[in-house]
């Protein structure tokens, strides 16, 4: 709660945030492994490290281990990442635990620029097939961000109104993404259909270091910020008085958390609630200290996903579960509490 960042944490408190952080990177450790070993294809822990301790083994095995499961378990790890990092960030400058990236119509315009792609063939011009679709969700959720961007430059709107904007955008482009799929072939219909359900299917070694480099490059900029963000749970008059530029702060937040829901949502589908609960569970074990909550919401959203990747795959019968629908399911329940426990307005 905002009350916890008032003081700095006791030695006792940073011992068990660094105990926390030793527990989580251990059980992200584990889930990277059990990823890994999951699959309509079991594999042991003996024939696994049979293929790590030998590069030039191109067995069946390692095939799958190395163009298939690592790279999804890879991809889980650094959406999971972008996401918990971005609904972190988000809840800090709109104030609102109900807050993720998704809330800001990021996600629909993507599913938007999808569709125009797999149902009309529309995208932007000398983009290569295999990434046709990934480029177009992009490019629409770039829109949407820069769209938002003006409106709290120029509007001079509030969260309230910046959050409203979002519902908007939302519900508009949902409508037409339902205007896409009601001219759609039943072939391009169950593509986009599949794609909307969020998906690790995809992934691959260039769109892996498409993610990696857009979490490198913004990730950064977040940690900067930490301090600034956590003078901003005391209010805008105290974080003022702080030194804070207020605004400026939540306009490049808006910025980052928009590009980094773009990037996961380009290339893995719609993943919900991965945005919304993360935050939620590292605030309750690491606190409102944005030095150790930021990266602890992204650890945690990686954690989070690389669970949803294993029980997608433990449907049987060899069928894979879109991992959205997963995460969904996890989240409703994380999203009923938070709005159950959130105290009304004074």
């Known amino acids: ?58 067995s069946t095995t390692a ?13 889980a790890l650094l959406t999971g990442a972008a996401l918990g990092l971005s609904g972190a960030e988000m809840q800090t400058i709109l104030d609102n635990p109900l807050a ?21 063939n529309l995208s932007v011009p000398w983009v290569p097939d ?50 896409v799929q009601f001219s759609a072939s039943a072939t391009a219909l169950q593509d986009l259909t599949f794609w909307m359900m969020g998906s690790l299917a995809r992934s ?12 490198c490059v913004i990730a950064p900029f977040s940690l900067r910020s930490a301090w600034a963000l956590t003078a901003l749970r005391f209010g805008d008059e105290r974080a003022a008085s702080f030194g804070v530029d207020t605004r400026r702060l939540r306009r ?3 910025v980052r958390t928009s590009l980094l829901a773009a990037v996961a949502v380009s290339l893995t589908g719609v993943i919900g609630f991965i945005g919304l609960t993360a935050p939620h569970i590292a605030r309750r074990l690491w606190g409102e200290d944005h030095r150790w909550y930021l990266p602890a919401s992204a650890l945690t959203g ?7 990747a294993i029980v997608s795959r433990l449907g049987g019968g060899g069928v894979v579960i879109p991992i959205g629908i997963v995460t969904t399911l996890v989240g409703i329940p994380f999203f009923c509490v938070a709005v159950l426990r959130r105290r009304p307005e004074a």
């Open 130 to 179: 295999p990434y046709i679709v990934a480029v177009n969700a992009f490019v629409f959720a770039l829109a949407c961000t820069a769209l938002l961007h003006l409106a709290a430059r120029h509007a001079r709107t509030g969260t309230a109104g910046i959050i409203l904007l979002g519902i908007a955008m939302v519900f508009t482009f949902n409508a037409l993404v339902s205007l």
């Open 252 to 254: 490049a937040a808006l």
């Open 1 to 58: 709660m905002p009350g916890e960042a008032r003081t700095a944490p006791t030695p006792p408190a940073r011992y068990a945030r660094q105990r926390n952080l030793v527990i989580l990177a251990g059980a992200l450790a584990a889930l990277l492994c059990a990823n890994l070993l999951t699959g309509p294809a079991p594999i042991g822990f003996d024939a696994l490290r049979h293929v790590v301790l030998n590069p030039g083994d191109h």
């Open 100 to 120: 993720s990236p998704f809330t800001l119509g990021v996600s629909s315009a993507a599913a938007l620029g999808a569709a125009l792609a797999i149902v009309l």
């Open 204 to 215: 691959d070694w260039p769109r892996l270091g498409v993610a990696a480099l857009a979490l």
């Open 63 to 75: 095939i799958i281990v190395r163009q298939i499961r690592l790279p999804q378990a890879l991809m």
């Open 302 to 308: 990686s954690a989070i996903l690389l669970a949803a």
